[in-house]
């Protein structure tokens, strides 16, 4: 055990405590019994019928290591780091950072002299498959390093010893010290630092001075200008008290408070996050320039993807409208689909516009529906309330041309199906949407309903059903709702606008009968500025229908 002469007294260098609970099986494979083994001297082992027991025991033995650890006044100042103790192996990817070339173990302080570092801290780690449970003393630099770890508590700070009163009792610094700086020191080791610029509490030497001893932080004008070291943490990383540069230490731990303090808002704020998340990567990558840690560059990437996926949302949650004054306001708008469901929903409105047997609007109408509720499988269950919600009047007439064709297949008659409710729905089949290669749709299980709902809530809307607007003109309001900008406005590109010819074909209208269909739109405001020329429709979503659109 190494000591160190500190302030006239002997001081006891040990080695960080470290309590490792490992869950293994034990008896037959079959039999599922696992045992519980603590690295600890007086734990002895335990044995649980199902792994479930055995980590909840764990769990409870790491609380009593914890708790007996704080009894005992917590982390201790002046212990090594237990991970540095193991060569840093804890958090070291490189399998030769703690083995030689010819599988020779490397000295401790060489494999981990870079990166260990900082006060001693007191830091819990489970690994995720739920086997392996870690408690140790360890220094802040090695906890921040070790993916998954927490700290639990900090160890007081230890008094430093003056540079004189270390020249006396140990002459030069050592290799190691000298390699790690201020590290050892940071850890309560009375010994000197590489840098040798004298300490701001101790008085100018002279030949038949004392040695200076620390006093209190009241004691010299110098001490009370000096603010204690803030201490930080991001991304449940801890910021090391001696990182440098300064600039950076200081943007980690402002971009932490930045994202707490966000946490606390009743609603996020995309744009900001965003901008934070920009500022994490760039402060991450320079963080693992400076350290050499490669999950750092990992997270910074991480932060990257992150910042692009709030200001896409961002953007498709923000539009703009006129407020009167010449100039703009900004509406928060709850899409029902983002920009990729939106994309997928079109697929499917291309598809019926080629697929369906019959160019009527009204098959077109039931094939979009029917489409959407068998889609990915080819079966599906609807209601006889969903069949006439959907066609009305017309629904027996547009069921049995749909069956006469074989697009459509029901377990029974069509009067059954009409006669079907929520507690026993009639299972559908649609013959050509059946699992086959290549299918026509890409989406997974999760967006399909996605798209359904949005289907459902478009052409059910209420000043449409109000209006008794046929089944062309809820086909055409679905088209523009599916082909908007996050504004609202109608169509591709700057100039905007949907051709004539394609909203024609899902209607299945001529296209010199959709002036009619546009104008009973308007009237039920679900357009605004709506108007055919050039062989285009252009105009705007009303913003009561903006959370149904679908962002181009």
């Known amino acids: 055990m190494a000591t160190q002469t500190e302030s006239g007294t002997q001081q006891d260098r040990v080695v960080g405590r470290a309590f490792t609970m490992r869950l293994d099986p034990h008896g037959r494979p079959t039999a599922g019994t696992v045992r519980l083994s603590c690295s600890g001297a007086a734990c002895a082992d335990q044995r649980f019928p199902s792994t479930a027991e055995g980590r909840r025991a764990a769990v409870e033995h790491v609380?009593?290591?914890v708790a007996r650890v704080r009894t005992g006044g917590g982390p201790r100042g002046h212990a090594y780091c237990a991970c540095l103790a193991g060569g840093c192996a804890w958090h070291v990817a490189d399998p030769d950072a703690s083995t030689g070339r010819h599988g020779g173990t490397r000295p401790a302080a060489v494999t981990g002299a870079v990166r260990c570092g900082g006060p001693v801290v007191l830091a819990v780690y489970a690994d995720r498959a739920g086997r392996l449970w870690r408690l140790a003393e360890t220094c802040a630099r090695c906890a921040a390093a070790t993916p998954g770890c927490q700290v639990l508590a900090h160890a007081v700070p230890t008094a430093r010893t003056a540079?004189?009163?270390a020249d006396q009792v140990g002459g030069k610094p050592t290799a190691q010290e000298e390699r790690a700086g201020g590290t050892v020191a940071a850890q309560g080791v009375a010994a000197a630092f590489s840098d040798r610029t004298p300490s701001p509490t101790t008085a100018p030497s002279s030949p038949t001075a004392e040695p200076a001893m620390p006093g209190a932080r009241t004691a010299t004008p110098a001490a009370t200008s000096q603010s204690p070291t803030r201490w930080g943490k991001i991304a449940q990383r801890i910021v090391p008290s001696n990182l440098q540069p300064d600039s950076l230490r200081a943007e980690l731990i402002e971009l932490g408070d930045a994202f707490r303090a966000h946490q606390q808002r009743p609603e996020?704020?995309?744009?900001?996050?965003?901008?934070?998340q920009e500022r994490k990567a760039r402060a991450f990558d320079l963080w693992a320039n400076v350290t050499g840690d490669a999950n750092l560059r990992l997270d910074a990437q991480r932060a990257r993807q992150a910042a692009q996926t709030e200001r896409e949302t961002h953007r498709?949650?923000?539009?703009?409208?006129?407020d009167g004054t010449d100039g703009q306001r900004e509406v928060v708008v709850e899409r029902l689909l983002t920009r990729q469901q939106a994309a997928c929903a079109r697929t499917v409105l291309d598809y019926v516009a080629a697929h369906a047997p019959h160019h009527d609007p009204q098959v077109h109408l039931a094939v979009l529906m029917l489409?959407?509720?068998t889609a990915r499988t080819g079966t599906g269950n609807v209601t006889g309330q969903d069949l006439t919600g959907w066609l009305a009047d017309d629904t027996e007439r547009v069921l049995e041309q749909l069956v006469a064709v074989d697009w459509l297949r029901l377990p029974g008659a069509v009067t059954e199906a009409l006669a079907s409710r929520p507690e026993s729905p009639a299972l559908v089949t649609v013959p050509s949407l059946l699992p086959r290669d290549p299918y026509p749709f890409t989406f997974g299980k999760s967006t399909?309903?996605?798209?359904?709902g949005w289907a459902q809530k478009t052409v059910g809307d209420r000043k449409l059903r109000?209006?008794?607007?046929g089944a062309a003109t809820r086909l055409l309001a679905l088209y523009t709702a599916a082909h908007i900008h996050p504004d609202g406005h109608l169509g591709h590109g700057e100039a905007g606008g949907i051709p004539l010819q394609a909203a024609a074909a899902f209607c299945a209208l001529p296209v010199d009968q959709l002036g009619e269909r546009v104008d009973l739109l308007v009237a039920a405001d679900w357009l605004s500025d709506a108007g055919?020329?050039?062989?285009l429709l252009r105009g705007r979503l009303a913003e009561r229908a903006w959370p149904l659109g679908g962002l181009l």
Do not use: Q
Not at 268 to 276: N, Q, W
Not at 316 to 322: E, G, L, S
Not at 448 to 452: A, C, E, H
Not at 466 to 469: D, I
């Open 448 to 452: 399909r309903p996605k798209i359904s």
């Open 466 to 469: 109000k209006k008794k607007t």
């Open 268 to 276: 996020p704020d995309h744009a900001l996050l965003a901008e934070l």
């Open 371 to 373: 489409t959407l509720r």
């Open 63 to 65: 609380k009593l290591h």
């Open 163 to 165: 540079p004189a009163a």
């Open 316 to 322: 498709n949650r923000t539009a703009y409208v006129p």
């Open 532 to 535: 055919t020329a050039d062989g």
